[in-house]
């Protein structure tokens, strides 16, 4: 398999589906975790104080010796992603035929069935079954991971969807201080390295240096995007 994807899902009615770093800290274990073929190990759960009005996260070993667990037999390379208040980002590169559907169907159907169970709700939580568009030429892989990671400016500088940036050193400072994404791992800053295979962007690229040469490349030329609106999936 040599298809790459992005991969896009969001809250119903554009809710929130991250509300604590908890949740965005679940979410990105399950990235790791659920990424195999054999039965999922360990997971988190939520759990409710009995003593207390405190709500927590508790680790739950499910197998817990070097010795029972399988070696993990990766579905698909997470090449990037990117988690927002209400939606997710994910470059994603199958290995074999099936694998993607197979993925996404056990990472987003974990996640809600934690979320429900954390914040006592019923019902579905993303708006629909992922999106997906295959990156099909070059100039469409040059963009998409800059794109992914750029995401977190609709917080702090949302005229960057516009073409512009008006205090690209801000911007810069903030991306790279931006816990859920691979950005930093990517700059050489490790965050959640383990969570995305990157040998096959960091050699496109040329290893950190080049990356973060192209990325200051891609916020500075944001006025002439070379149409990427015909790649990106939108929000």
């Not at 973060?212 to 916020?219: P, S, V």
Request: net charge positive; charged share 30%.
């Amino acid at each position: 398999m040599s298809e790459i994807y992005h991969v896009l899902n969001r809250g119903v009615d554009k809710r929130k589906i991250f509300l604590d770093d908890k949740d965005y800290l679940r979410f990105i274990h399950d990235l790791f975790e659920f990424n195999d073929e054999n039965p999922a190990n360990n997971t988190f759960y939520y759990q409710r104080s009995q003593n207390s009005n405190t709500n927590d996260v508790r680790h739950r070993q499910i197998i817990n010796t070097a010795k029972e667990r399988k070696p993990r037999k990766l579905l698909v390379d997470i090449l990037a992603f990117c988690l927002m208040p209400n939606h997710y980002h994910i470059l994603i590169k199958p290995r074999r035929e099936g694998a993607l559907s197979l993925f996404m169907k056990k990472l987003d159907g974990g996640y809600v069935k934690y979320f429900n169970t954390k914040y006592e709700r019923h019902g579905t939580l993303f708006e629909r079954r992922y999106k997906w568009v295959m990156v099909k030429n070059e100039a469409h892989f040059n963009h998409l991971p800059f794109y992914i990671h750029l995401n977190p400016l609709d917080l702090i500088s949302p005229e960057w969807r516009e073409r512009k940036i008006n205090n690209y050193k801000k911007a810069t400072q903030f991306l790279n201080k931006y816990r859920w994404s691979s950005h930093l791992d990517y700059i050489g800053t490790k965050n959640f390295p383990s969570v995305t295979q990157r040998e096959f962007l960091l050699n496109f690229f040329g290893r950190e240096k080049g990356y973060i040469a192209n990325m200051n490349e891609w916020l500075k030329d944001l006025k002439s995007p070379d149409d990427i609106d015909k790649f990106i999936l939108l929000e």
